[in-house]
């Protein structure tokens, strides 16, 4: 099985430049507006460009 390990967002929505690493479970928990789901939505369009 396959995982994304470590993010890199430039450019994205609201993502000026955000970089983290991720584990095996990693939970986004943050203020409302705070690109919890422009995170997700950079997620989907990476494993999936055209299903956006």
């Known amino acids: 099985m396959h ?3 470590h ?3 430039s ?3 609201s993502c ?3 970089s983290f690493d991720l584990a095996a ?3 986004f ?3 409302n507006n705070a690109g919890k789901s422009n ?3 950079a997620i989907r369009w990476f494993i999936a ?3 956006l």
């Open 3 to 5: 995982f994304l390990s």
């Open 7 to 9: 993010i890199s967002i």
């Open 11 to 13: 450019n994205f929505r």
């Open 16 to 18: 000026q430049h955000v």
């Open 25 to 27: 479970f990693t939970p």
């Open 29 to 31: 928990v943050g203020y």
């Open 39 to 41: 995170l997700l939505a």
């Open 49 to 51: 460009p055209f299903a």
